[in-house]
């Protein structure tokens, strides 16, 4: 049972265009969502993250959309570019209860910006 | 450097084999976790470590030992037992978590694990 669903599976993007990845949840119990970032046969990497206190999170060209009420959050690349091609997972952390930081990934999204 | 230390890079088994991943990190983390990726399927929880000597089961943990005998270290054997091992697995760690904060997990660079 995916817990965290993510789409769309893959993106071609022109450069200076918006990349747009859309993440749902269904576990209420989530509160925490960071979004990694992966180039081919590396380790993931943390982008950005959210609290679902607040509806959404800017850093620099990178955006998260958060709707608590839908259960869903979003992630937005602004002026994409050749270099943010790479493949981005959602994820959700629950609230600490002792079971540590489990992340739960969402399947991916491997973004290709063209010149 | 600190940092996250995952050997070898590329390994290659034969059927009913065990084989064990090496993962290290001088983080000074206490928590550290296996994950295994598969195509289309994201990243999936294997085992996790929040202190020495002690250590919990993922969501798919059949098929998978480990052990962790020092802070520092956390490898994962892959037995015979587990049905489709080529993969490509990832280490991480982190400080551990508290009720007020989430920390951040930080990757190694992934052992890609061929079973011929």
């Known amino acids: 049972q995916q817990q965290v669903k993510q789409s769309p599976q893959s993106l071609i993007v022109q450069k200076g265009g918006i990349s747009i990845i859309n993440c749902a949840y269904e576990?209420?119990?989530?509160?925490?969502f960071p979004w990694y970032q992966q180039f081919p046969g590396k380790g993931p990497a943390l982008l950005i993250a959210?609290?679902?206190?607040?509806s959404e999170k800017k850093e620099g060209r990178f955006t998260i959309s958060f709707n608590k009420s839908a259960k869903q959050f979003s992630l937005h690349i602004m002026d994409s570019q050749p270099g943010d091609s790479a493949t981005y997972f959602c994820?959700?952390?629950?609230?600490?209860?002792?079971?540590?930081?489990?992340?739960?990934f969402g399947t991916g999204t491997q973004l290709k910006v063209e010149l | 450097d600190g940092g996250i230390t995952q050997s070898p890079k590329y390994l290659f088994r034969k059927e009913g084999q065990n084989v064990t991943l090496s993962c290290e990190q001088n983080?000074?983390?206490?928590?550290m976790y296996w994950y295994r990726q598969d195509p289309g399927q994201g990243l999936r929880l294997i085992y996790y470590?929040?202190?020495?000597?002690?250590?919990q089961k993922g969501d798919i943990a059949e098929g998978y030992s480990v052990s962790r005998e020092k802070k520092e270290s956390f490898p994962l054997t892959v037995t015979s037992a587990q049905k489709n091992p080529t993969a490509f697995y990832l280490c991480?760690?982190?400080?551990?978590?508290?009720?007020?904060?989430?920390?951040?997990?930080?990757f190694g660079p992934g052992t890609r694990l061929t079973v011929l």
């Open positions: 991480a760690s982190s400080y551990s978590g508290t009720r007020s904060s989430y920390n951040e997990q930080f």
């Open positions: 576990n209420t119990a989530f509160d925490y």
């Open positions: 959210i609290r679902p206190d607040v």
């Open positions: 994820a959700a952390v629950p609230a600490l209860t002792g079971g540590g930081n489990k992340l739960t």
């Open positions: 983080l000074n983390h206490d928590a």
């Open positions: 470590s929040q202190i020495v000597n002690d250590f």
